[in-house]
């Protein structure tokens, strides 16, 4: 899931169990992405309402990653005084905003089970497969590697995974350790604006559940840099792209695929108790989930039920 717009509340499925303290974890160059640029940005006044009362340890982290004009703004703000449940209404919009960062960076293992049960649309790589075999493949906000695996299992030389959450870097190189016998697949920290190989160096770029219309998860300035790492000739493959943005995809250029589903496409979590965990959390403000955890006694369940669209479809482009 990777939506970085402040959410209107009915959006919200998830019991966020952050605190404010907790943008501590995020390192300057990202702080400086997720509030300071890009056009998805924070407004400058929830910001700062936000951080009122937070520790002058945080102020001052955050600060840093703001220019010089918004610092004196953030400072002019945070000097004003503002009444409790306005800060507090403020903390809450800014963390559910940032909250998907914060699962990334703060809680990678928790991603981790929600992920593993979120199978991909198998027809997808058996698609993509003639762009995967025998080629060098760069898999741009890569996680833990779902994808990143499933290049290589569809026969990929080589395949760069790159992820900006250290979090989540760091259970991609045990898992690659453990399960990546053939060393077929490299992780790097990066992002989409600042992928780590030199121009026209990839065959075939893909994205799963990561690249989006907005500038700080993609957007022109992330097109145009998986454009400079493509080969002339390859493809960038976008895998399961946020619903929002197909119009987006396909006013620059990209090819829309859908696979067809019989019946209904499950997640499948490890056990029950994995199950009701990750729907407390994820999906504490949808009551059917768990409602129908409850009623079927099984550690799965249909996306439809979640009321998200399963991971079936994806945009290609040739470059
Ligand atoms: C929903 S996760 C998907 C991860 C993985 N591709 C998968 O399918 O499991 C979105 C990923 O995009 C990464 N991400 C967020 N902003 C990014 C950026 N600007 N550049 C690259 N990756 C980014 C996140 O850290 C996270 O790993």
């Known amino acids: 899931m990777a939506s970085s717009d402040v959410p209107a509340q009915s959006d919200v499925l998830f019991e966020n169990p952050f605190s404010i303290e907790d943008l501590l974890v995020f390192d300057q160059d990202t702080l400086h992405h997720m509030l300071a640029c890009g056009d998805s940005q924070l407004s400058r006044t929830l910001l700062a309402h936000g951080l009122h009362g937070a520790s002058s340890t945080l102020i001052s982290h955050i600060t840093k990653s703001l220019s010089p004009e918004q610092q004196q703004l953030l400072q002019d703000e ?4 503002l009444p409790t449940q306005e800060a507090e209404q403020a903390r809450k919009e800014l963390l559910d905003h940032l909250f998907w960062e914060l699962v990334y960076w703060k809680t990678p293992d928790l991603y981790e089970e929600l992920t593993e049960g979120e199978r991909l649309h198998e027809g997808i790589f058996q698609a993509i497969q003639p762009d995967l075999a025998g080629k060098v493949v760069l898999d741009a ?14 026969g990929a030389e080589k395949v760069y995974a790159v992820e900006p959450s250290p979090g989540l870097l760091h259970l991609l190189r ?40 907005l500038d700080d ?3 022109e300035p992330g097109l145009a840099e998986l454009r400079r790492v493509t080969k002339p000739g390859g493809k960038i493959i976008i895998i399961w792209p946020r619903t929002e943005d197909l119009d987006w995809f396909e006013q620059h250029g990209f090819h829309y695929v859908s696979m067809p589903v019989q019946g209904e496409m499950y997640i499948y ?11 407390h959390l994820f999906y504490g403000h949808n009551p059917a989930v768990v409602d129908y955890l409850q009623k079927v006694q099984k550690p799965e369940i249909p996306f439809s039920v979640i009321g998200m669209n399963p991971p079936r479809d994806y945009f290609w482009l040739a470059v």
């Open 78 to 81: 945070l000097r004003h005084p």
């Open 141 to 154: 906000g890569a996680g833990s590697g779902r994808a990143s695996f499933e290049c290589v299992r569809f």
């Open 174 to 213: 045990q898992k690659v350790r453990v399960d990546d016998k053939g060393k077929r697949i490299q992780p790097q920290s990066g992002r989409f604006t600042h992928l780590p190989v030199p121009d026209q160096s990839i065959d075939t770029v893909i994205s799963c559940s990561a690249f989006t219309a």
């Open 217 to 219: 998860q993609g957007g």
């Open 269 to 279: 979590f490890r056990s029950f108790e994995c199950a009701l965990r990750i729907a």
